[in-house]
């Protein structure tokens, strides 16, 4: 094989062990820091500060400020952040990327592959969840760094070449081409880390003269530039097809880094020497990847402090550029939450699924208001629009439904956050259930109309007397999803009781009228099967208080109350 192929391959090879390294080890964090990740979520509603600070801790944890923004831009699609709380998220996402060319920078080469070894082991003999994706962890962070020793050697020959080091000089002297080889980089690779561990190592090679780096730092700080451009292609790709709060979240975070390439390029020496001044001394190329990573850092960290208190004109800006349209009516068949970006990030997925059942379920607390209704006034019309609603109520949960298992079959849940989705997808279907029972009441009534078949109006009274104690009873179960209060879910099973009561009392009532003649004895078995899907409603209901009472806690998807509370 020839030289120039086995560098070829090399970086490629060396780049895919990182790469995998770092979003194994993304995901091990996420697992261990499960509990953690959604307290840090919750800070995501408060003020700008709080929301920075948030960001620089979720990308920490995530490794990779593209996922943190395409969190941010999941949740302003769901409404459940405003615009400014996504871009002061974005701002600190920024500095928290930096933390991984920090760690890269430590020079661990004697001990990469002990630390391999100890996370295989840990992995490997642990029983405990918590404790095996530890190991997998520190697994993933040896990787990582295999990744990295594999690119830098394969590096080692391009020094001697002369084709090579007169390109790099090129793009060390004229820094418009720095920006646009790094953020070409970035656009192919979709990962700014990586393409920054890329530049750490390169920069690491030594020159001709073994002392000094072929690249040098004034080189390296434009490509750096562009791999801060570069990075927001993600969130420009996780924009598409989303609410226009969405796309303006992915343009904030085009304009921040864009704006800090235009500002920085213009300073690229005096920069550069505030960069050598705070970084520790020595030999350039024993020191180079530690000040490429503080550019990073004190780039990130400056452009943040300048836009936090602007955080309102980039406001205005990405208003200007996306402004606002034709509102478009709600179609209920569709998810107002979900988003497919967020499957590899459960912590953040599964606020927005429990959001969207909650949405579910208020779609069917519509329809069975809407069923009480049309069987009062034998509504003809109401009825049939009750069977449309009841098809699209069908289709929100057969989406919630496969959007679950995704994230079962992502293979990213911790065992608490499955036992949790199992829960939920149980009292998802009684959800569905209710919302098909008013479509087969209704479709039922329809029927004896048409046929011409009527009730006495004591029968009409008792039946909208039930169904009226069935909406009572389902409002407390939906407080008891949103809120997951004990003392209301037992309220509610001391209601099936009532409605038991009441079932007997209205079969009972139904036996004598049919005695005097007030009401045919034909309709006795319609008018049972009619009781006996409100009963069956009222059993969903108790299902629901079950689950409530059980193992299943729904507000663990949630942030508490208070965490939700909007600074002013």
Not at 37 to 51: D, E, H, R, Y
Not at 371 to 393: F, P, S, Y
Not at 453 to 475: G, P, T
Request: with cysteine; glycine share 8%.
């Amino acid at each position: 094989m020839n030289s120039t192929l086995q560098v070829i391959f090399g970086l490629l090879g060396g780049l895919a062990v990182f790469i995998f390294g770092m979003n194994m080890m993304s995901e091990c964090l996420q697992k261990v820091a499960g509990e953690k990740m959604k307290s840090v979520l919750a800070l995501l509603t408060k003020n700008p500060i709080l929301g920075v600070i948030a960001g620089a801790l979720t990308t920490a944890v995530l490794q990779s400020s593209s996922a943190t923004t395409v969190m941010a831009i999941g949740f302003v699609s769901a409404g459940l952040m405003t615009l400014p709380q996504a871009i002061s998220i974005i701002l600190g996402a920024n500095i928290g990327t930096t933390m991984t060319a920090q760690i890269i920078a430590f020079k661990i080469s004697d001990y990469i592959y002990i630390i391999v070894f100890i996370g295989f082991i840990v992995s490997f003999v642990a029983k405990s969840e918590r404790v095996k994706n530890i190991g997998q962890t520190i697994f993933a962070f040896g990787l990582l760094f295999v990744g990295i020793e594999t690119m830098g050697d394969v590096m080692k020959p391009l020094a001697s070449s002369p084709v090579f080091t007169d390109l790099i000089g090129q793009v060390a002297h004229i820094p418009v081409l720095g920006v646009a080889v790094g953020t070409l980089m970035t656009l192919v690779v979709q990962s700014s880390s990586a393409t920054i561990a890329v530049l750490q190592n390169f920069a690491s090679q030594a020159g001709p003269d073994g002392v000094t780096s072929m690249l040098g730092l004034t080189g390296a700080i434009p490509i750096l530039l562009g791999d801060n451009i570069g990075t927001t292609i993600t969130a420009i790709l996780a924009s598409i097809g989303q609410s226009k709060d969405a796309k303006r979240t992915a343009v904030a975070h085009c304009i921040f880094n864009i704006s800090g390439c235009l500002l920085f390029i213009w300073f690229i020496k005096p920069f550069a020497a505030l960069i050598r001044y705070i970084s520790p001394k020595g030999v350039e190329i024993e020191v180079i990847s530690r000040q490429i990573a503080n550019a990073h850092t004190t780039f990130n960290i400056t452009m943040t402090l300048l836009w936090i208190p602007l955080i309102w004109l980039m406001v205005k800006i990405v208003m200007r550029v996306i402004p606002e349209g034709k509102s478009v009516a709600l179609d209920e068949s569709m998810p107002l939450y979900l988003d497919d970006n967020l499957v590899g990030q459960p912590a953040a997925a599964l606020q927005l699924v429990a959001k969207e059942v909650l949405h579910c379920g208020d779609v069917v607390g519509e329809l069975l208001v809407d069923t009480t209704t049309a069987i009062e006034r034998e509504d003809k019309d109401l009825m049939t629009a009750i069977v449309e609603k009841a098809e699209r109520a069908r289709a929100l949960h057969g989406k919630i439904t496969d959007y679950l298992t995704d994230l079962f079959a992502s293979g990213v849940l911790t065992e608490e956050q499955a036992t949790q989705t199992a829960g939920l997808m149980y009292v998802l279907s009684d959800v569905d259930r209710m919302g098909s029972l008013c479509r087969d009441m209704t479709l039922f009534m329809q029927e004896k109309k048409e046929k011409k078949q009527k009730y006495s109006k004591e029968a009409m009274d008792d039946l909208e007397k039930s169904l009226k104690m069935i909406e009572d009873m389902y409002s407390e179960t939906m407080q008891v999803m949103a809120t997951g209060s004990q003392e209301n879910a037992k309220k509610i099973l001391k209601r099936k009781e009532k409605v038991l009561d009441l079932d007997i009392k209205i079969r009972k009532a139904h036996v004598e009228r049919v005695g005097k003649g007030k009401c045919s004895a034909k309709m006795t078995a319609s008018f049972n099967k009619i009781l006996h899907i409100i009963d069956r409603m009222s059993n969903s209901c108790v299902n629901i208080a079950d689950a409530a009472l059980g193992q299943l806690d729904f507000t663990y998807f949630l942030p508490k109350e208070e965490e939700l509370e909007v600074s002013e």
